[in-house]
C-alpha cells in the first residue's frame, strides 16, 4: 500500500520560512517523479513544483520561483520543500504527490497523493 505522508506545515508569519517534509513508502522511491501542489479555499488545485526521480531535473510554478526549493533523498524515501519569503497568498493546503512517469506539472499525472498539510501565512 502507497502512503505519502506530509509534515512540517503551520503558521508563519509573511516573510517567514518552513520546510515541509513528505515521507513515502509502499513504492520504489528512487523511480518516482514527486511533485509538490497546494490547495487555497475556493481554489483548484495548482502545481508548485516536481522534481525527477535522480532529481536532476525541477520545475517550479512561475508564482514560487526564487523562494520555494525542492529536493529529495531516495535513501530515505523523502522530498521536501524549503518555503522561504512567504506570502499571504502561499497559504493553502500543501499536497506530496508521487508519478511513474516524467515531471509532470499537472495534477492529473499523478498516480499517488498525500492527505496534506496546511499552511497559513499571516500578514
Known amino acids: 500500500q502507497v502512503q505519502l505522508v506530509e509534515s512540517g506545515g503551520g503558521l508563519v508569519r509573511a516573510g517567514g520560512s518552513l520546510r515541509l517534509v513528505c515521507a513515502a513508502s509502499?513504492?520504489?522511491?528512487?523511480?518516482?517523479?514527486m511533485g509538490w501542489f497546494r490547495q487555497a479555499p475556493g481554489k483548484e488545485r495548482e502545481f508548485v513544483a516536481t522534481?525527477?526521480?535522480?532529481?536532476?531535473?525541477?520545475s517550479y510554478a512561475d508564482s514560487v520561483k526564487g523562494r520555494f526549493t525542492i529536493s529529495r533523498d531516495n535513501a530515505k524515501n523523502t522530498v521536501y520543500l524549503q518555503m522561504n519569503s512567504l506570502k499571504p497568498e502561499d497559504t493553502a493546503v500543501y499536497y506530496c504527490?508521487?508519478?511513474?512517469?516524467?515531471?509532470?506539472?499537472?495534477?492529473?499525472?499523478?498516480?499517488?497523493w498525500g492527505q496534506g498539510t496546511q499552511v497559513t501565512v499571516s500578514s
Open positions: 504527490a508521487a508519478a511513474r512517469s516524467s515531471i509532470p506539472t499537472m495534477a492529473g499525472g499523478y498516480d499517488y
Open positions: 522534481i525527477s526521480w535522480s532529481g536532476k531535473t525541477i
Open positions: 509502499g513504492l520504489t522511491f528512487s523511480t518516482y517523479a
